[in-house]
């Protein structure tokens, strides 16, 4: 597949780039039509940004402790966390900005 990027680096955008990317899967080739390429292509990505924003703005992948019920209760308060976060503002960053400075914003939020 080839796209085209333009990525912002220091707050000011870089020239437009031509990248050609390689999809791997098990479609026949007559199953294989482009529509159908770009449309699992961009659900995959939908996937990865919500897990960028859990190990990005959450350290989900730092998270090691495997005991019990552990995993699934971190699981279930990062995808609080980030509901929480969406009331506030689409970027993750912001909404964290949002809170940063009176915790208690998020507390009234869920009580």
Known sequence: ????IQRKKKGEWQPVKEET???ITSLSEAEAVPQDLLGLNRKHW???IMHRNKDV???EDAYTNRKDNAPHAIFV???LVLEICKSVSRSPTQALEYF???KNRAIRLVS
Do not use: A, S
């Open 46 to 48: 939908g996937i990865e």
């Open 77 to 79: 308060l990062h995808n």
């Open 1 to 4: 597949m080839r796209r085209y």
């Open 21 to 23: 990317v390689y999809l």
């Open 100 to 102: 940063q400075n009176d």
């Open 57 to 59: 703005f959450l350290g």
